[in-house]
Every structure is written in structure tokens, then in C-alpha cells.
């Protein structure tokens, strides 16, 4: 069984593409059905975060498109968006989870409570999300 | 999709989020939760029987709603929540706040 297949995607930074996101993402689990049940959805909690947190940073007078590939590793499961908006200010640290009546704010805490790894950077020309969640042991 | 179902008396309003509420939808079910208050419906169920998944967006829809209800001198409760839904509420702590009921029944009777 290939363990290390990638599935890619690049879709408009607009709310209507979380749809597609769900839709690799599907296309993952039947393509690897080993990946056990919570894994997988904690995984696309995630990832849907922070597809949600690039479509709503994307606002601008022109369009633009994500990409989103996902890997599955015998060992963990792998996300990596890139997109040519602008750098955003990310601050893991004040990532905590907000006010319980906020109504807003709790995207990036979730990310972190799901994943093993969440990194960002800007290279001068895209940015980069890499989401990681180590699998359970089978 | 959003369902508005005003069936179970004058004054309640049972909401049913079909499938993803995330970002895509969660601007619809605030209007449906205030089209409800507006409309005198202040006891306000969110059946999530048929949400399979939801974003912090439309955790956010929730907490709004939360709140028109209770400002409007009414409540707002949850329903029937399914493992994902269950999960998010419990990693943002909130199932303290939004006290998952079994059924729509059950949170209309305050069970």
C-alpha cells in the first residue's frame, strides 16, 4: 500500500471552497482507509481551521487561490497550504482560547488542540501553513 | 442548508443546520436564529441531528445566537450533537456554557 500519497488541490480563497477542502479530504480517507476514525477528524478540524483562516485573510481587491496537499505518512498525517496573500501577524502564543460568549477568536486555539505541529511562514512571495498530526499507534 | 421549524409552539423555534455549518453557512443561521427572535420564537433549539461538522465560524453563529436569544429574554440550546460537533465544543470548553441536550425534546424540557 503506497504510504506516501498525495492528494492536491487549488482552489479561490472563498468561503464556497471549504466544500472542496472537505472534499480531498474524503478523498484521503478512501484512499486510505487504515487512518483511524478520530484521527482523521481532528485532522480535518485543522485543516478546514485554517483553510477558513486563509479565505478570510484573502479579502482583497483581487482574487486569489490556495493550494492545499495533503500526505499520509505510516506515522502521521500531513497538511501544507500556500497561497500569495499578504503576510499575516501570527502569534501562536496569543493563540488561547477566548471569552466563552466571544463570538470569534478560536480558530487558531482549536488548530492547536488538534495537531502536533502547526508552523507558518512568509517567504517574501506566499505564505505557509504546515499542519501535522501524528497518528495514533494501530 | 438551514431548516426553521416552528412547529413545537408559539414561542420556540427549532433550527436544523444540515450538513457542514462552517464559514459557508454560518452567516445564514445567524439570520434564521434572528428572523426567530424577531418574530417572537424565544426559545430556540439548534438541532444538530444532521450536522456532521462544525468550524469555529459556526461555533461563533452558536454563541451569537446565544446571545440575540437571551438578550431577547429567551434561551438558546443545543441538540442531538454528533462526535465532531461534541468534539469541538469540548476542546473550546463550551459545553459548559451550551450544555449538549439528547434530543430536541429533552432541551426543550430542560433535560
Known sequence: MATDARHATTVPAVPASLDRVHALLEEVWSAHEDVPADDRMRFEIGVVEIAGNIVEHAAGPAPLDFHLAVEVHPDRLEARFRDPGRRLEVDFDEAAMPDSMAESGRGLAMVLAVVDELTYRHDGVENHWLVVRRRAAV | ?111
Open chain 2, 1 to 111: 442548508m438551514i431548516e426553521l421549524d416552528t412547529e413545537h409552539g408559539p414561542d420556540v423555534a427549532v433550527v436544523r443546520p444540515r450538513g457542514r455549518l462552517t464559514m459557508v453557512h454560518a452567516a445564514d443561521l445567524r439570520a434564521v436564529v434572528a428572523e426567530a427572535l424577531a418574530d417572537g420564537r424565544t426559545r430556540v433549539v439548534i438541532d444538530l441531528a444532521h450536522c456532521e461538522f462544525m468550524d469555529s465560524s459556526g461555533l461563533g453563529a452558536i454563541i451569537g445566537g446565544l446571545k440575540a436569544a437571551r438578550q431577547a429574554g429567551g434561551d438558546l440550546r443545543i441538540a442531538a450533537l454528533q462526535p465532531q460537533v461534541m468534539t469541538v465544543l469540548q476542546l473550546t470548553n463550551l459545553d459548559r456554557v451550551l450544555r449538549p441536550h439528547g434530543s430536541v425534546a429533552e432541551a426543550l424540557r430542560g433535560d
